[in-house]
């Protein structure tokens, strides 16, 4: 059973934040799905990933290419079924996450724009159902400048 993780997001984007942590999921041996609310938002995010540093580069694909099984993290939106197999899923813009996905999965992460009030909300409204239904989750913010975790439960 797995654990969600929230990433309250105050000083890095998460066009930064994202890379680092799937990298970690990476390295622990875990593909990973990404999922958002909306297809054009997904593609912004697939761009900005193709651009990002070479050294920290983050092997990825948009769902729909001819390899998303092969990937090693994809990028989805609500509905659709990630194809590489994730032990991790990581959700952006307050995309939907169930229990039964969190108890599936290594590792859930559930990142939010701490600086959006509508944003931190949904994170709360998540917080309660997940907590709700039994899933363990922490929560972690960056205010301080470096990551620590707040909450646990």
């Given at each position: 059973?797995?654990?969600a993780f929230?990433?309250?997001?105050?000083?890095t984007?998460?066009?930064?934040?994202?890379p680092?942590?799937?990298?970690?999921?990476?390295?622990?041996?875990?593909?990973?799905?990404?999922?958002?609310?909306d297809?054009?938002?997904?593609?912004?995010?697939d761009?900005r990933?193709w651009?990002?540093?070479?050294e920290g580069f983050?092997?990825?694909?948009?769902?729909?290419?001819?390899?998303?099984?092969?990937?090693?993290?994809?990028?989805?939106v609500?509905?659709e079924v990630?194809?590489?197999?994730?032990a991790?899923?990581?959700?952006?813009?307050g995309a939907?996450?169930?229990?039964?996905?969190?108890?599936?999965?290594?590792?859930?992460?559930?990142?939010f724009?701490?600086t959006?009030e509508?944003?931190?909300?949904?994170?709360?409204?998540?917080?309660?159902?997940?907590?709700?239904?039994?899933?363990?989750?922490?929560?972690?913010?960056?205010?301080?400048?470096r990551?620590e975790?707040?909450?646990?439960?």
């Open positions: 059973m797995g654990t929230f990433y309250h997001l105050t000083r984007p998460l066009d930064v934040t994202l680092m942590l799937a990298g970690k999921s990476l390295a622990a041996g875990w593909k990973v799905a990404v999922r958002g609310q297809r054009g938002r997904m593609e912004w995010l761009q990933l651009l990002g540093p070479e983050l092997p990825h694909g948009l769902l729909g290419g001819p390899h998303d099984a092969l990937q090693p993290v994809l990028l989805t609500v509905g990630p194809g590489n197999d994730p991790c899923l990581m959700t952006i813009d939907e996450v169930t229990p039964e996905e969190v108890q599936a999965m290594e590792r859930v992460c559930i990142l724009d701490g959006e509508e944003a931190v909300q949904v994170a709360r409204g998540q917080w309660k159902q997940l907590t709700g239904a039994g899933c363990s989750a922490q929560y972690w913010s960056e205010e301080s400048g990551w975790k707040k909450a646990e439960s």
